[in-house]
C-alpha cells in the first residue's frame, strides 16, 4: 500500500508554480512595454524572451517528464541567471552613476521567482536560487563601488553599505525565511506520511472507525466491558497438509486464505483480533458495540461460507488441497480495550463470549457443519435471519462450560474429491444474498429452492421443521 498523500502535494504545488511563473512573466513583459528600463532595453527584453522559453519548458517537462530532479534543478538555475542578467542591467550595464536603479519595479522579479521556488518547498532549490543571485549581487555592488571610488579603500567601503546593499540584505533576508519554511514544511510532510503509513498499515488489520480511534488514542481503547460478536475460523485437516506442504505452497496457500477471510472480516466492518496459524478471530463492536453487530457477523459469516466454499473448490481444479473450514459465531459481554503485558499491548477483548465462540467453531467439526452460531447471537438480530439450510440445537453442552448452549448450524454438503468428477465449482450448503467469491467464473447455475424456518415447539427427535422455502441462484 502506498500513500497518495505525497503525489496529491506535488501536484499541487505544480499547478502554483505554473501560475506564479506566468504572473512573473506578465510583470516584466508590463515593464519592458511600458518603459522605465533605460539603458537596460536590450537586456529586459532579451530576459522575457528567455523566461518565456524557459518557462514554457518547464510546463512541459512537469507534464510529460514529472519525476526528472535533475531538470528542476536546471531551470531554478536558469531562472537565477536571468535574475542576476536583469541585475546586470541595472547595475553594471547603464552609466556609472550613484543610483543604479535598484529600486524600479523590474527587480521585483527577483522576489517572485524567489517566491517560486519556494512554492516548490524543497530546500535546496532555495539555497542554489538565492545563493547565485545574492552572490552575483554583492559582486555586482562590490564592483559598482570600486569604479566609483579608486582612490581611497574607506570611500569604497562607505560606498558599498548604501541604500542598494539594502535591498540586497532584504532579498538574503526573504530567502533565509522561504528556506525555514520550505524546512519546517519538509519535516511535516514527512511526519504526515509516515502517520499515513501508520495509518494504511493499521488499515490492513482494522476497520476503519478502529484505526481512527488508534490513532487518535481514545476512551475506547480504553479497558471496559461491552458486548460484541465473536467469530472464530478455522482449516480443517490443515496441520496435516502443513506436515508434508513444501514451505512456499504453505505460505502460498496460508496467506490467500487469510487476505480472503480478512477482507470479507472488513466488508462487514469486523476487526482481525488476531491471526492464530489457520485460525483468525474476529470482532464485530470493538471497539464501541453498534446495535447491528449480530447482523453484520451472521452476514460475514454466511459470505465466509460462500466464499471458503468457492476457495476450496478452487483449490481442488488447481491441485491444491481441498481444505474444509468451520466457524463458530458468539454474542455475549466482554472485556475489550489495550490489553497491557509489559513490552507488549495488545488490543484484544477477553471473556467468557470468546470461549464460547471458539468452542462453537470446535463444535462444528463435531456436526460437520461450515457454521454454528449461538441462539443469543440469533436472539440480538435486528433483521429477519437469513434464509438457509438452519437446524436447531438445544442445550448443546461445550467442553470446559458447565452450562449447555442452544446453537443453530448449517449441514456441510457432500463436495467432490477431485477437479475431473466436477469440472465446475460447488457451491456448499449456503447461498446468501451477498456477492459470490471471486474465486467463481463457472457460469451460474440454474435456479432452485433453499429452505428455511425458526424454530418451533413441535419438532420431532429435537430437529425443527422447515418451511417457508425460498430461491438462490446457482444453488445445488
Not at 536603479?101 to 524567489?114: D, E, G
Not at 481514545?218 to 467469530?231: C, V
Not at 482481525?272 to 489457520?278: L, M, Q
Not at 420431532?460 to 421443521?465: E, R, T, V
Request: charged share 20%.
Amino acid at each position: 500500500m502506498k500513500s497518495a498523500i505525497g503525489a496529491h502535494w506535488d501536484h499541487a504545488r505544480e499547478i502554483r508554480s505554473i501560475l506564479l511563473r506566468f504572473v512573473a512573466f506578465a510583470i516584466l513583459l508590463a515593464n519592458l512595454l511600458l518603459g522605465g528600463n533605460e539603458g537596460a532595453e536590450r537586456t529586459h527584453l532579451i530576459v522575457v524572451v528567455s523566461y518565456l522559453v524557459i518557462s514554457i519548458a518547464s510546463v512541459m517537462t512537469a507534464r510529460f517528464l514529472p519525476d526528472r530532479s535533475w531538470l528542476k534543478t536546471l531551470f531554478v538555475i536558469l531562472d537565477a541567471l536571468l535574475v542576476v542578467l536583469i541585475l546586470y542591467g541595472h547595475i553594471l550595464g547603464g552609466p556609472v552613476t550613484e543610483n543604479h536603479n535598484l529600486t524600479t519595479t523590474s527587480l521585483v522579479v527577483a522576489f517572485i521567482l524567489l517566491n517560486h521556488v519556494g512554492l516548490k518547498l524543497d530546500r535546496r532549490l532555495v539555497l542554489i536560487f538565492s545563493g547565485i543571485v545574492l552572490v552575483s549581487w554583492m559582486t555586482m555592488l562590490a564592483v559598482t563601488a570600486a569604479r566609483h571610488h579608486t582612490a581611497d579603500t574607506v570611500s569604497v567601503i562607505a560606498s558599498f553599505f548604501n541604500q542598494d546593499l539594502g535591498l540586497t540584505v532584504s532579498f538574503g533576508f526573504t530567502a533565509f525565511a522561504i528556506y525555514l519554511l520550505a524546512k519546517d514544511h519538509d519535516r511535516t510532510r514527512k511526519e504526515a506520511l509516515r502517520a499515513d503509513e501508520r495509518r494504511l498499515n493499521l488499515s490492513r488489520f482494522f476497520s476503519p472507525l478502529v484505526v481512527a480511534d488508534l490513532e487518535e488514542g481514545s476512551s475506547a481503547l480504553d479497558l471496559e466491558r461491552r458486548n460484541a460478536a465473536i467469530m472464530f475460523v478455522d482449516l480443517r485437516d490443515f496441520t496435516s497438509f502443513a506436515e508434508t506442504a513444501p514451505a512456499r505452497e504453505l505460505a502460498w496457500v496460508l496467506g490467500e486464505y487469510r487476505q480472503l477471510v480478512s477482507g470479507i472480516i472488513f466488508e462487514h466492518g469486523g476487526t482481525v483480533d488476531k491471526f492464530i496459524g489457520d485460525g483468525v478471530m474476529a470482532v464485530f463492536g470493538q471497539p464501541s458495540p453498534t446495535e447491528d453487530d449480530a447482523d453484520r457477523a451472521l452476514a460475514c459469516a454466511l459470505d465466509l461460507v460462500d466464499a471458503l466454499s468457492d476457495w476450496k473448490n478452487h483449490n481442488v481444479r488447481n491441485g491444491y488441497p481441498a481444505l474444509n473450514a468451520g466457524i463458530g459465531l458468539h454474542y455475549g459481554t466482554v472485556v475489550g480495550g489495550v490489553l497491557d503485558s509489559g513490552c507488549h499491548s495488545e488490543f484484544t477483548v477477553i471473556g467468557d463470549a470468546v470461549n464460547v465462540a471458539q468452542r462453537l467453531e470446535s463444535l462444528a467439526k463435531s456436526f460437520d457443519a461450515p457454521l454454528v452460531v449461538s441462539s443469543a447471537l440469533m436472539a440480538q438480530l435486528c433483521k429477519p435471519v437469513p434464509t438457509a439450510d438452519w437446524i436447531a440445537e438445544s442445550s448443546v453442552a461445550l467442553p470446559g462450560r458447565r452450562v449447555s448452549i442452544d446453537v443453530w448450524y448449517l449441514r456441510r454438503e457432500a463436495g467432490v474429491n477431485s477437479a475431473e468428477e466436477n469440472p465446475g465449482y460447488e457451491t456448499g450448503g449456503v447461498q446468501t444474498a451477498l456477492h459470490r467469491s471471486s474465486f467463481q467464473s463457472s457460469p451460474p447455475l440454474p435456479d432452485v429452492c433453499t429452505g428455511y424456518s425458526m424454530p418451533r415447539t413441535d419438532t420431532l427427535a429435537g430437529s425443527p421443521h422447515l418451511t417457508n422455502a425460498r430461491c438462490f441462484p446457482g444453488s445445488l
